[in-house]
């Protein structure tokens, strides 16, 4: 099952299979290690969803909404 990663619930893990988005943003999350086939975890929300804690290629990583929005994941089972 598809889902971006602004739906992931807390402890939800999956594979990016799909970066959307162009130029500066596309850029952006690529050169922080979101890329297809990468496995994130999301790991916390802030109370008020924004923003979001994501374990990624070994390392954690702290998205906006609005960014997670771009990142197209396959949902896995850890």
Request: proline letters at 4%; hydrophobic letters at 40%; charged letters at 30%.
């Amino acid at each position: 099952m598809q889902k971006k990663l602004n739906q992931f619930a807390v402890g939800e893990y999956g594979v990016v299979i799909n970066v959307l988005g162009e130029g500066k943003i596309r850029r952006r999350l690529f050169d922080m290690g979101i890329t297809p086939g990468a496995e994130v975890l999301l790991r916390k929300k802030a109370p008020f969803g924004d923003p979001l804690e994501i374990h990624v290629r070994g390392y954690e990583l702290t998205l906006r909404k609005s960014e997670a929005e771009f990142i197209v994941c396959e949902l896995g089972a850890k």
